[in-house]
Structures are given as structure tokens and as C-alpha cells.
């Protein structure tokens, strides 16, 4: 198969599979298979696209999971133009299909069509440094997850044995945990720009190096180009739900983006609250109109989202502002 405009290549991936969907500009299908989400599956599929021109193939799949990431590092070095996409967009997409079934090849197609109509930014790999920081990064927040989940059982433990047990593994855990970090800071000191940024976040008032080094993944794993586009993918964003004069719900963030940096940002922006010059009157502001704990919190985190994104950008330390 070869040709010379472009093509558009949905994929649903799984743990171990790829469900395809190749189209071209007309919607029109030209191929639908499953591979296995193995280097010997990407190697057949690539076969079966018949030396096409690989600029001229665009290739788009969900970011969910970690499963999507061999199959996007594999594409992208065959120089095929990918896209990682945002599930509740494609989700969103697909009701506006009026899409009625939901099965893995019905899927590949949804994605195929999305790509087609959207305009979209092309993915781009990670550094190797980046890429390595990253996977620490994500098994700290498990570990710091699981310590969580083993104090709240010791809190209620009455029997020894468990007592016992509970510490032991809170201990082991620990342990794990100071391995990870001192590996993530090997990587530091082994890549000056990583380090560079990390100390420039850090002059954030509220952000430890705990929290720098989870914004430092964050924000520079996508290029984004606007602090509101890094806010929007924190899911701290408000939404509004109006219609009319008989729909007023209460506004809420949206939470679709980055789960556990939405965690990792409650004790900084509680710290913010207090501590940093900008935040303070703006949380008393806050409070002055009516607003509750909850939503002032929320609001400091994107905040804190939106300095960390402005730091980083122009390469210069917080700035407080200046005294009138």
C-alpha cells in the first residue's frame, strides 16, 4: 500500500494488543487488523502499511495508561507524525459521532476519523533524562500511595502481629523510596538543564523539591504553550454547568488531566496560601466573596500550575510583586 497524500491510523491500545483503523482524507477505509502492542506486532503492522510514505502517515492514540508509549517511541522513529490524544476528547468526539457500540476496532475508527478533523499538535519524545525522571517520578507517587494506605491501617490495628507486620512494610517502603530518590537526583545532577529548572521552581514560595521535581515532569513532558493550556491539563480548571434560568450548578474544577499532580499540589497550595506573597491577598479575596476552603485551595493550585509554567518559560525565579 503505498500513496502520497495523507493517511490517518487509529489505534486502540491495550495491555497487549492494537486494534488498528487506517483511512484515508475521504473517510474511506483501507484497513482494519489487530497486532500485538509488541516490537514484532509494530514490525507487522508496518508490513501491512506497504512502505507508505511515513510523513505522510498520521498515527493517534489515546494517552491512557503507559501502554501507548513503546508503540509512539516506535512510530515516531520511523518518522510517522503521531499524536497522543486527550481520552475525554476522543470520548467527547465519539458522542458526537452518535456513536452507539464501543469495541476496540469501533474505537480505532473514532480515533482515525478524530485525527482527520482535528487540529492537532505532532508528539514529540521525551528526552531520555526526562523520560527516565518521569518513570521514577510516577513510582514515588505508587510508593508514597501505598505508605499512605499502610498508615491509615496501622492507625486501627489492635493486633501485634499486624502492628508488627505494618511496620515492617512501612519500613520497607521507605527504604524503596530513598533508593528511587536518590537515583532521580543521579539524573539531576547528570543533566544541567533538568537541575536548572528544578532550582527555578523551587523558588516558588510552597514548592518543595518533591513537588518541583512533580511539575518539572509535568510540565515539561508537553510542550504547552500557554499557562491555561497547563492549568486545563492539571483538570484544576473551573467549570461551570448554566442553561437557561433553571440549570445554576455549582461550579466544580473539571479533573480532566494529571490525577496525581492534583494530589501532590493540596499541602503546597495550602503552604501557598500563607506564605506566598501572591497568593495571600488573592486567597483573602477569596474568602472575602463567599468562596469555601475547597475552592480556594483549588484555585491556589492552579495558580501555583500557572507561576511554575511561567518560570519555566521565561527562565527567571519567582518574582514577588513589588511593594506599592
Given at each position: 500500500?503505498s500513496?502520497k497524500?495523507?493517511?490517518?491510523?487509529g489505534?486502540?491500545?491495550?495491555?497487549?494488543t492494537?486494534a488498528?483503523?487506517?483511512?484515508?482524507a475521504?473517510?474511506?477505509?483501507?484497513?482494519?487488523?489487530?497486532y500485538?502492542?509488541?516490537p514484532?506486532?509494530?514490525r507487522?503492522?508496518?508490513?501491512?502499511?506497504?512502505?507508505?510514505d511515513?510523513a505522510a502517515?498520521?498515527?493517534?492514540?489515546?494517552a491512557?495508561?503507559?501502554?501507548w508509549?513503546?508503540?509512539a517511541?516506535?512510530?515516531?522513529?520511523?518518522?510517522?507524525?503521531?499524536?497522543?490524544?486527550n481520552?475525554a476528547?476522543v470520548?467527547?468526539?465519539?458522542r458526537?459521532?452518535?456513536?452507539?457500540?464501543?469495541?476496540d476496532?469501533?474505537?480505532a475508527g473514532?480515533?482515525?476519523?478524530?485525527?482527520?478533523?482535528?487540529?492537532l499538535?505532532?508528539?514529540?519524545?521525551?528526552?531520555?533524562?526526562?523520560?527516565e525522571?518521569?518513570?521514577?517520578?510516577?513510582?514515588?507517587?505508587g510508593?508514597?500511595?501505598?505508605?499512605?494506605?499502610?498508615?491509615?491501617?496501622?492507625a486501627?490495628?489492635?493486633?501485634p502481629?499486624?502492628?508488627?507486620?505494618l511496620?515492617?512494610?512501612s519500613?520497607?517502603?521507605?527504604?524503596?523510596?530513598?533508593?528511587?530518590a536518590?537515583?532521580?537526583e543521579?539524573?539531576?545532577?547528570?543533566?544541567?538543564?533538568l537541575?536548572?529548572?528544578?532550582?527555578?521552581?523551587?523558588t516558588i514560595?510552597?514548592?518543595?523539591?518533591i513537588?518541583a521535581?512533580r511539575?518539572?515532569v509535568?510540565?515539561?513532558?508537553?510542550p504547552?504553550?500557554?499557562?491555561?493550556?497547563?492549568?486545563a491539563?492539571?483538570?484544576?480548571t473551573p467549570?461551570?454547568c448554566?442553561?437557561?434560568?433553571s440549570?445554576?450548578?455549582k461550579p466544580?474544577?473539571?479533573?480532566?488531566?494529571?490525577?496525581?499532580l492534583?494530589?501532590?499540589?493540596?499541602?503546597?497550595?495550602?503552604?501557598?496560601?500563607?506564605y506566598?506573597?501572591r497568593?495571600v491577598?488573592w486567597?483573602q479575596?477569596?474568602?472575602?466573596r463567599?468562596?469555601?476552603?475547597?475552592?480556594?485551595?483549588?484555585?491556589?493550585?492552579r495558580?501555583?500550575?500557572?507561576?511554575?509554567f511561567g518560570v519555566l518559560?521565561?527562565?527567571t525565579p519567582f518574582?514577588?510583586p513589588q511593594?506599592?
Amino acid at each position: 500500500m503505498s500513496s502520497k497524500t495523507n493517511m490517518y491510523l487509529g489505534v486502540d491500545v491495550a495491555k497487549d494488543t492494537l486494534a488498528v483503523c487506517l483511512m484515508d482524507a475521504h473517510k474511506t477505509v483501507q484497513l482494519r487488523a489487530t497486532y500485538a502492542n509488541t516490537p514484532p506486532g509494530f514490525r507487522q503492522l508496518w508490513r501491512a502499511l506497504g512502505g507508505m510514505d511515513p510523513a505522510a502517515l498520521h498515527i493517534g492514540m489515546e494517552a491512557t495508561g503507559i501502554y501507548w508509549e513503546a508503540l509512539a517511541q516506535w512510530a515516531h522513529a520511523q518518522r510517522a507524525v503521531v499524536f497522543v490524544l486527550n481520552p475525554a476528547r476522543v470520548k467527547a468526539f465519539s458522542r458526537a459521532e452518535g456513536q452507539r457500540q464501543k469495541t476496540d476496532p469501533v474505537d480505532a475508527g473514532v480515533i482515525a476519523r478524530f485525527i482527520l478533523a482535528q487540529a492537532l499538535h505532532p508528539w514529540t519524545p521525551p528526552a531520555p533524562a526526562l523520560r527516565e525522571l518521569t518513570a521514577l517520578v510516577r513510582r514515588l507517587d505508587g510508593i508514597s500511595a501505598m505508605l499512605r494506605v499502610e498508615k491509615n491501617r496501622a492507625a486501627t490495628a489492635t493486633l501485634p502481629v499486624v502492628r508488627a507486620s505494618l511496620r515492617r512494610t512501612s519500613a520497607a517502603l521507605k527504604k524503596e523510596y530513598a533508593v528511587l530518590a536518590r537515583a532521580g537526583e543521579r539524573i539531576l545532577a547528570a543533566t544541567p538543564a533538568l537541575a536548572h529548572d528544578l532550582a527555578l521552581l523551587m523558588t516558588i514560595p510552597g514548592v518543595s523539591r518533591i513537588t518541583a521535581r512533580r511539575l518539572l515532569v509535568f510540565l515539561r513532558r508537553t510542550p504547552y504553550e500557554t499557562a491555561r493550556q497547563a492549568g486545563a491539563a492539571s483538570g484544576l480548571t473551573p467549570t461551570h454547568c448554566l442553561s437557561g434560568t433553571s440549570i445554576h450548578k455549582k461550579p466544580h474544577i473539571s479533573r480532566l488531566g494529571d490525577a496525581a499532580l492534583r494530589q501532590a499540589l493540596f499541602s503546597p497550595a495550602v503552604c501557598a496560601r500563607r506564605y506566598n506573597p501572591r497568593m495571600v491577598p488573592w486567597a483573602q479575596a477569596l474568602t472575602q466573596r463567599g468562596k469555601c476552603n475547597k475552592v480556594v485551595i483549588c484555585a491556589i493550585a492552579r495558580k501555583l500550575v500557572h507561576c511554575a509554567f511561567g518560570v519555566l518559560k521565561h527562565q527567571t525565579p519567582f518574582q514577588p510583586p513589588q511593594a506599592a
